[in-house]
């Protein structure tokens, strides 16, 4: 079964820097187009950033909020996504999810589009 | 940025009846080059990650229910749940990946009456 294990929340003060991790299993990570998305407490689901393949430049993109703070990066030898956040504000706290959801231009590959991991909270307090 | 406004914001279906949600976008996500409606609905239960219903605006994912289904083009989308049964209490969300940054709605609860 596809599986994606996000780690490496906790409690950071405003200000600091994080990273989170996603672990993907049973399925061509290389392949795959891979997003954040975040939650806050109370609140809809929200885009952070993307990557695309190293096949397809391997670029990224941000959402406005967070654009200049954070970095998506890619393992492909770990089957590993990471999502570093610097410069944390309190708006920034919520549960980050690591997915395949489906994005303008991704190979939309119906067994490995839409996967979700469990999420990892971040919370960003004094 | 797309805006994607969804109503009602709440809902409230006695089981076994038909319940529908409308997801409107701010701009049309019909692409004219292969007439695919960048539109995509989820499921959110709590405690449990986003699951993916159906993507291109009416084709549901394998192994969900036929009582989804989803409809509409260009701007105007709804999901439809023919018969609801009590798994089906969740968050609703719909989703355009026509333009970045892909955008959600802001959801819509839907509860057994």
């Known amino acids: 079964e596809v599986q994606l294990v996000e780690s490496g929340g906790g409690l950071v003060k405003p200000g600091g820097s994080l990273r989170v991790s996603c672990a993907a299993s049973?399925?061509?990570?290389?392949?795959?187009?891979m997003s954040w998305v975040r939650q806050a407490p109370g609140k809809g689901l929200e885009w952070v950033g993307r990557i695309r393949t190293n096949t397809d430049g391997g670029t990224t993109d941000y959402a406005a909020p967070v654009k200049g703070r954070f970095t998506i990066s890619r393992d492909d030898s770990k089957n590993t996504l990471y999502l570093q956040m610097n410069s944390l504000k309190t708006e920034d706290t919520g549960l980050y999810y690591c997915?395949?959801?489906?994005?303008?231009?991704?190979?939309?590959?119906?067994?490995?589009?839409?996967?979700w991991g469990q999420g990892t909270l971040v919370t960003v307090s004094s | 940025d797309i805006v994607m406004t969804q109503s009602p914001g709440s809902l409230a279906v006695s089981l076994g009846e038909r319940a529908t949600i409308n997801c409107k976008s701010s701009?049309?996500?019909?692409?004219?080059?292969?007439?695919?409606?960048?539109l995509a609905w989820y499921q959110h239960k709590p405690g449990q990650p986003p699951k993916l219903l159906i993507y291109?605006?009416?084709t549901r994912v394998s192994g969900v229910p036929d009582r989804f289904s989803g409809s509409g083009s260009g701007t105007d989308f709804s999901l439809t749940i023919s018969s609801l049964q009590a798994e089906d209490v969740a968050v609703y969300y719909c989703q355009q990946y026509y333009s970045t940054p892909p955008t959600f709605g802001q959801g819509t609860k839907l509860e057994i009456k």
């Open positions: 049973e399925f061509t990570f290389t392949n795959a187009w």
């Open positions: 997915t395949t959801i489906p994005l303008r231009g991704m190979p939309l590959v119906v067994a490995t589009t839409g996967v």
């Open positions: 701009q049309s996500v019909l692409y004219s080059s292969n007439d695919k409606n960048y």
């Open positions: 291109w605006a009416s």
